[in-house]
């Protein structure tokens, strides 16, 4: 069983920044990759980022973001901590949303319960 509890959400304007973090209950060096998600109202779950467990590479690096976000998010994972996090900046009124960080471990999939950034504008 894998536990993962999102921190970090908040209310930001436009332009601010805030940085998420996500723990989780075990070492995460047998994860696969970590991502983001994000959901607004009224919309479905979509992907925000991907940092990779070390064995997958994408032509940015160890890195994926979505154009969205592209330049503007930056996701890291410290193994160490069992924490990923993602810091982002020059933040939008689109970028309202409850944000989820999601694994796959021994063929399930795992997320947090969210934490909620609201960008005003």
């Known amino acids: 069983q894998v536990q993962l509890v999102e921190s970090g959400g908040g209310l930001v304007q436009t332009g601010g920044s805030l940085t998420l973090s996500c723990a989780a209950s075990?070492?995460?060096?047998?994860?696969?990759?970590m991502l983001w998600y994000r959901q607004a109202p009224g919309q479905t779950r979509e992907w925000v980022a991907t940092?990779?467990?070390?064995?997958?590479?994408?032509?940015?690096?160890?890195?994926a973001y979505a154009d969205s976000v592209e330049g503007r998010f930056t996701i890291s994972r410290d193994n160490a901590k069992n924490t990923v996090y993602l810091q982002m900046n020059n933040l939008k009124p689109e970028d309202t949303a409850v944000y989820y960080c999601?694994?796959?471990?021994?063929?399930?999939?795992?997320w947090g319960q969210g934490t909620q950034v609201t960008v005003s504008s």
């Open positions: 999601h694994t796959n471990y021994q063929y399930r999939d795992y």
């Open positions: 940092v990779s467990n070390g064995f997958t590479t994408f032509s940015g690096g160890d890195s």
């Open positions: 075990r070492s995460m060096f047998d994860f696969n990759d």
